[in-house]
């Protein structure tokens, strides 16, 4: 991050607009933000307004090992339409970061938090409360509220949530799912203690209209289950998140959320397809699309996630043929090199309808002449050891999240960065190389003067951001790939 230097005048207290300009002049023109959102920005600052918990959320991903941010607003957030404050959790120079980390109580703890490097003693934790999640009565209760749901529905079909609820073999038995639910057509186990597969199928093989089983993260897998599941229930289309070879127009439906726990059925009216303009078929081990994946039967189309399937029972030149005829399709998310070939330009030239490949802009593509686009590389996540102390672990993950700041005044820069940790909302924006918000160091002097200096990290969105929508940034914001050592023969 490109340090911003801070150059306070001798003025008074800032008690107005015009005063708040004059003496942040320099520190507005450095950190970007649009003048129209001055005024906003003095009124927040002044006030002290936090209200980036209003708007967004925190939410795990990577199971568990980093978060993202989340526009949760009931209203889409117009591009610099609004600006946020973001505290800093920490801030210290350099040589003082592990004593800092040993001595001030709490602050291990929540960096190690905050960078998601405690998730052992999180589990540890988690496994305390094992004889409660884990007991009958529990997981019966839990069943218990679902069968009053179905019950309160004209349509009997059921979709039964049970992950991570300690479920055993003996467990699973005594629940008895088919006699409870006749018409039972997802049921996820996802996270369980499941471990005979002969009381697993015992019970699974009585649920005959299943189209979706997930045994996810249960010590059965281990135990070649898979063969007995396709045996015992023909009409599989979904199992352990991949496509069975029955997958078709229920499966689809999955994907394209017109199928779900709120919405439980055992057949998708055809009709209903013609108004999909989203789906996400990524990672479902696909070797062949359905019949029911057309243009006919899909025609809006218009953007389309396979990113992680083989499907290498047709060809590329078919796939491409097949994609083409979706006339609305403009946003595609596949692997390269994968099943449309080696290289990005080859695909958007049969192609010329997308705008967006891989969420790249297909123009600059075209413009750069890149052929290899992939802005959903795997991200590298922190690593380390049992017996390794939190201040130790928050060393090795903090340059992450780390950003930086020189202060300076009318008569010297002060050449020792100020590295700071924005708190818990700023920390978790990760990266994009199409990211739609940007953020900017800010040093705020209410009196005027650099000594009464207080520093935060302004937020603001440079694109349309919509409601359940990710909140990125771009962590080389300023540095084109010609700036990067090592990447100037890049393509």
Same mark, same amino acid.
């Given at each position: 991050?490109?340090?911003?230097?801070?150059?306070?005048?001798?003025?008074?207290?800032?008690?107005?607009?015009?005063?708040?300009?004059?003496?942040?002049?320099?520190?507005?023109?450095?950190?970007?933000?649009?003048?129209?959102?001055?005024?906003?920005?003095?009124?927040?600052?002044?006030?002290?307004?936090?209200?980036?918990?209003?708007?967004?959320?925190?939410?795990?991903?990577?199971?568990?090992?980093?978060?993202?941010?989340?526009?949760?607003?009931?209203?889409?957030?117009?591009?610099?339409?609004?600006?946020?404050?973001?505290?800093?959790?920490?801030?210290?120079?350099?040589?003082?970061?592990?004593?800092?980390?040993?001595?001030?109580?709490?602050?291990?703890?929540?960096?190690?938090?905050?960078?998601?490097?405690?998730?052992?003693?999180?589990?540890?934790?988690?496994?305390?409360?094992?004889?409660?999640?884990?007991?009958?009565?529990?997981?019966?209760?839990?069943?218990?509220?679902?069968?009053?749901?179905?019950?309160?529905?004209?349509?009997?079909?059921?979709?039964?949530?049970?992950?991570?609820?300690?479920?055993?073999?003996?467990?699973?038995?005594?629940?008895?799912?088919?006699?409870?639910?006749?018409?039972?057509?997802?049921?996820?186990?996802?996270?369980?203690?499941?471990?005979?597969?002969?009381?697993?199928?015992?019970?699974?093989?009585?649920?005959?209209?299943?189209?979706?089983?997930?045994?996810?993260?249960?010590?059965?897998?281990?135990?070649?289950?898979?063969?007995?599941?396709?045996?015992?229930?023909?009409?599989?289309?979904?199992?352990?998140?991949?496509?069975?070879?029955?997958?078709?127009?229920?499966?689809?439906?999955?994907?394209?959320?017109?199928?779900?726990?709120?919405?439980?059925?055992?057949?998708?009216?055809?009709?209903?397809?013609?108004?999909?303009?989203?789906?996400?078929?990524?990672?479902?081990?696909?070797?062949?699309?359905?019949?029911?994946?057309?243009?006919?039967? &899909? =025609?809006? !189309? #218009?953007? $389309? +996630?396979?990113?992680?399937?083989?499907?290498?029972?047709? %060809? @590329?030149?078919?796939?491409?043929?097949?994609?083409?005829?979706?006339?609305?399709?403009?946003?595609?998310?596949?692997?390269?090199?994968?099943?449309?070939?080696?290289?990005?330009?080859?695909?958007?030239?049969? &192609? =010329?309808? !997308? #705008?967006? $490949? +891989?969420?790249?802009?297909?123009?600059?593509?075209?413009? %750069? @002449?890149?052929?290899?686009?992939?802005?959903?590389?795997?991200?590298?996540?922190?690593?380390?050891?049992?017996?390794?102390?939190?201040?130790?672990?928050?060393?090795?993950?903090?340059?992450?999240?780390?950003?930086?700041?020189? !202060?300076?005044?009318?008569?010297?820069?002060?050449?020792?960065?100020?590295?700071?940790?924005?708190?818990?909302?700023?920390?978790?924006?990760?990266?994009?190389?199409?990211?739609?918000?940007?953020?900017?160091?800010?040093?705020?002097?209410?009196?005027?003067?650099?000594?009464?200096?207080?520093?935060?990290?302004?937020?603001?969105?440079?694109?349309?951001?919509?409601?359940?929508?990710?909140?990125?940034?771009?962590?080389?914001?300023?540095?084109?790939?010609?700036?990067?050592?090592?990447?100037?023969?890049?393509?």
């Amino acid at each position: 991050m490109s340090p911003a230097v801070a150059s306070a005048s001798s003025g008074d207290r800032i008690r107005t607009y015009e005063d708040f300009v004059r003496v942040h002049a320099y520190l507005l023109a450095a950190a970007g933000i649009p003048p129209s959102l001055h005024r906003r920005l003095y009124r927040k600052l002044a006030d002290e307004v936090f209200d980036g918990g209003e708007v967004f959320a925190v939410e795990p991903c990577e199971d568990g090992r980093q978060r993202r941010l989340v526009l949760t607003a009931d209203q889409s957030l117009g591009k610099e339409s609004d600006v946020f404050l973001v505290d800093h959790a920490w801030s210290f120079r350099l040589p003082d970061a592990l004593k800092q980390l040993r001595e001030v109580p709490g602050l291990a703890e929540r960096m190690a938090a905050l960078m998601c490097v405690d998730l052992d003693r999180k589990i540890e934790a988690d496994e305390q409360d094992d004889d409660e999640s884990g007991s009958l009565e529990h997981v019966s209760q839990v069943v218990e509220k679902e069968r009053a749901r179905v019950q309160e529905r004209s349509d009997s079909t059921a979709w039964l949530e049970l992950e991570e609820l300690g479920i055993d073999d003996d467990m699973l038995v005594a629940l008895d799912l088919s006699a409870n639910f006749p018409n039972l057509v997802a049921l996820n186990l996802w996270g369980n203690k499941l471990r005979d597969p002969e009381k697993v199928m015992q019970e699974i093989r009585k649920c005959t209209k299943l189209k979706a089983l997930w045994l996810n993260e249960n010590p059965v897998l281990g135990k070649s289950i898979d063969k007995a599941v396709f045996d015992g229930l023909s009409g599989l289309e979904i199992y352990n998140s991949h496509f069975t070879s029955k997958a078709g127009e229920w499966a689809l439906g999955f994907c394209a959320d017109i199928v779900g726990a709120d919405n439980p059925c055992s057949s998708v009216e055809s009709t209903l397809f013609g108004s999909i303009g989203t789906i996400d078929l990524s990672d479902r081990c696909i070797h062949k699309l359905p019949e029911v994946f057309s243009p006919s039967k &899909l =025609p809006s !189309l #218009s953007k $389309l +996630n396979i990113r992680g399937n083989p499907l290498d029972q047709i %060809s @590329g030149d078919d796939l491409l043929k097949l994609f083409g005829g979706f006339t609305q399709l403009q946003e595609l998310e596949v692997d390269i090199p994968g099943p449309l070939g080696n290289s990005a330009i080859s695909i958007l030239e049969s &192609l =010329p309808n !997308l #705008s967006l $490949l +891989n969420g790249v802009d297909s123009s600059s593509i075209i413009e %750069s @002449g890149k052929h290899i686009v992939d802005s959903a590389l795997e991200p590298r996540l922190p690593e380390w050891s049992p017996e390794e102390p939190l201040a130790e672990r928050v060393i090795g993950a903090m340059w992450l999240y780390l950003m930086t700041y020189r !202060l300076a005044d009318d008569e010297k820069i002060d050449e020792t960065p100020v590295w700071y940790v924005m708190d818990e909302l700023g920390s978790a924006m990760r990266h994009s190389d199409n990211a739609n918000f940007r953020i900017a160091p800010f040093l705020f002097m209410p009196e005027g003067k650099l000594h009464t200096a207080i520093s935060y990290t302004i937020l603001w969105p440079t694109h349309d951001v919509h409601t359940g929508e990710e909140c990125t940034r771009d962590f080389l914001f300023g540095i084109g790939i010609q700036e990067v050592p090592g990447t100037a023969s890049i393509k």
